[in-house]
C-alpha cells in the first residue's frame, strides 16, 4: 500500500506571528484553541492541512507521512542508514507519530495510519 503525505508543520519560535502572517496571506482557517497552542491549519483547499508549532529549536518545516506501523517503519530506515530522533509518541486522542532523519540528515515525520 502506498504511503501519502498526510500533514504537514512549522516550527517557530514565533509560532502566532508565522500562523497571522500565512492565515492573512493565504485565507487559512487557524485553530490555536488548545493547551499547546499549536495553530491547526485548514486550507479550505482540499490539499493537505498542516500545523504551525511553538518550538525553541531554531525553524524547521516537517512532513509526515502516514504509515501503519510506526516500529516496523522506523526499524526499516535505521536498517537503511536513517536516524530515529522523536521516538514514537501518542498524544491521546489526537495523534502517535516519530521523527527520523535520512541518511543525509532531513527530518521527516511519520504519523500512524488511523486504519480507516
Do not use: R
Not at 38 to 50: K, W
Amino acid at each position: 500500500m502506498p504511503n501519502p503525505v498526510v500533514h504537514w508543520e512549522i516550527h517557530t519560535k514565533e509560532a502566532k506571528k508565522c500562523q497571522e502572517f500565512l492565515a492573512n496571506v493565504f485565507d487559512w482557517h487557524v485553530d490555536s484553541s488548545n493547551p499547546m497552542d499549536y495553530g491547526f491549519i485548514d486550507t479550505h483547499a482540499g490539499g493537505i492541512n498542516g500545523g504551525i508549532s511553538p518550538s525553541e529549536e531554531p525553524n524547521k518545516t516537517l512532513v509526515y507521512v502516514e504509515v501503519d506501523d510506526l516500529q516496523a517503519y522506523l526499524d526499516k530506515i535505521e536498517s537503511l542508514g536513517g536516524k530515529t530522533v522523536v521516538p514514537i509518541t501518542e498524544i491521546p486522542n489526537v495523534v502517535t507519530f516519530a521523527h527520523f532523519t535520512d541518511p543525509v540528515g532531513n527530518l521527516i515525520g511519520l504519523v500512524k495510519s488511523d486504519g480507516s
